[in-house]
């Protein structure tokens, strides 16, 4: 298989345990309406003998009632369905120790939300807010979740539908991985430069460059994977190292230390400067607004 570009449920059998995955089934919901966010795949599966739950975004899938989602595009049904499941885990798993609770993986192929203009009237920013908060809420109550990039990992449906992860994978550009939150024609319009400057920048400098191996710069992704059989021995991985991370107490995962990574390997040597500098100003003001007792 040259790529997995458009085939996010073709994804989840090459990494879960063979012949474990239940779709539309996550701890005690069943997802029984299929024509609800048909671009969402959703279920639970083995993963080295161990319960997780699997998100996906399905490309061959379309949803009749909102025709601009299509191609793996999240839209607000995706959304608020992915979500769903992602709460079924944690109230599956409340009970457990941080240790036992199950890791969730997303499999991420996706060109970006659903921006019609039903969607956005019916809030489309409900949904992709609501499924960020999810993963959030499972992420600080434990669960490790890891996030794969198989194809597409465009805008602002990979805020919502990978960023939130603990870690981010991503397989090799030479399988036409993707990633970028803007392009750079857009870039253009909202900073007023030229397009010939941004794709020079582009060439050096990863905050403009798009692309698996800029993001890998940035930090936005722990490590590129270069083969599609080494998947799931680096998804194992990551739970694994995951676990260990959180039971120690550390920082080290999630958003925060992504930012934290991007530092460490050069493509974002400003942000520690511009961090120090917030939080020197605040602490030269704090005490004018902080509330008085009494």
Known sequence: MDTLLGKGRAAVDLIVDADSFVQDN????QFGDPTFGPGAVVGEAKLDGALVTVIASDAEAFNEKFPVV???????????????????????????PAAEKRAIVLIVDTPGNGPGKVEE?????KATGAYQLALAEARLAGHPIVAMVIGRAISGA???????????LSLDAKFQTMIHVMPITSVSRIIKKDIETLE????????????????YQL????????????MRAAIIKHVDEIRQTKAAGLCAVGPRGRGKLGATRGGRRVR???????????????????????
């Open 26 to 29: 996550v701890g005690a919901m």
């Open 70 to 96: 299509y191609s793996g595009i999240i839209g607000m049904e995706e959304g608020y369905k992915m979500a769903q499941a992602v709460y079924a885990t944690i109230k599956a798993d409340v009970s457990k």
């Open 121 to 125: 009237i019916f809030g489309m920013n």
């Open 158 to 168: 990979f805020l919502c539908h990978g960023l939130q992860a603990d870690r981010i």
């Open 200 to 215: 020079e920048l582009s060439k050096s400098n990863p905050v403009f460059a798009a692309g698996p191996s800029f993001f």
């Open 219 to 230: 930090g936005g992704v722990e490590e590129l994977v270069s083969e599609i059989p080494a």
């Open 272 to 294: 520690p400067l511009v961090l120090d500098c917030l939080k020197s100003e605040f602490a030269a003001v704090q005490e004018r607004y902080r509330p008085q007792a009494g």
